[in-house]
């Protein structure tokens, strides 16, 4: 699973549930308010294993609302949605594609005319370019066991 489709997870979540305009990457300068901008700010891969790693993606969601003459807007409107972004991450995952990695969301910087949420997605995938060697590896055709039995050793019904 790659970051842009958690990109369009975000994006879908918060158009059903605000019905307003989601920017994505780039905010236009004579944007609508209110509205969101969605925005991929870091990823991370960290080894897990041969064939696995731990990918991360820190997606920061910017929460507009309407403007005054000053540019302010309303404090109590931005903290309200912000308190609805961040509950609609906080099930503790996502659905996304036919995964559910990992969310967390938590509160991020706020000035007069927006607030942030900072929304981290953990899931485990694949190592890019790893090839499991049993799916290169011829099958085995014959096979021996061969068990050897120990005398002297306590509990071993053959000793004598």
């Known amino acids: 699973m790659e970051s842009s489709a958690v990109m369009s997870r975000v994006k ?17 300068k004579d944007f609508h308010r209110p509205s969101f901008a969605v925005e991929l700010q870091k990823t991370e891969y960290q080894d897990m294993n ?10 920061l969601i910017t929460c507009f ?21 961040m509950g609609l991450f906080a099930r503790g995952c996502l ?6 990695p990992a969310a967390m969301a938590a509160r991020g910087q706020g000035n007069p005319d927006f607030s942030e949420v900072a929304l981290t997605v953990t899931w485990s995938d694949d190592r890019p370019g790893y090839t499991d060697p049993e799916e290169t590896a011829p099958l085995m055709e014959r096979y021996e066991v061969i ?14």
């Open 65 to 85: 609302v309407e403007v005054d003459a000053y540019y302010d807007s309303s404090r109590e409107e931005l903290n309200r949605r912000q308190d609805t972004v």
């Open 12 to 28: 879908a979540m918060l158009e059903e549930t605000f019905r307003e305009p989601v920017y994505v990457d780039r905010l236009p």
């Open 147 to 160: 068990k050897e039995i120990s005398a002297g050793i306590p509990g071993n019904q053959n000793e004598r």
């Open 50 to 59: 041969l064939a696995l790693v731990r990918k991360t993606a820190t997606i």
């Open 95 to 100: 659905d996304v594609e036919d995964r559910h």
